[in-house]
C-alpha cells in the first residue's frame, strides 16, 4: 500500500500546486471563457 502512496505523491503534490496557483491567482480560472464569450 506505500508502494501506491509514494507513486502517487508526485501527482497530487502537481495537483496541490495547481490549486495553489489558482487560488492565488483566481483570474486564470475566467481568462479563456471571457476569451470565447467576449465577456470583457
Not at 9 to 24: R, S, Y
Request: positive net charge; proline residues 8%.
Amino acid at each position: 500500500m506505500f508502494y501506491v502512496a509514494k507513486a502517487a505523491l508526485p501527482f497530487f503534490l502537481l495537483m496541490a500546486f495547481a490549486v495553489a496557483i489558482l487560488w492565488i491567482f483566481p483570474e486564470i480560472v475566467s481568462y479563456l471563457p471571457s476569451k470565447m464569450f467576449k465577456m470583457g
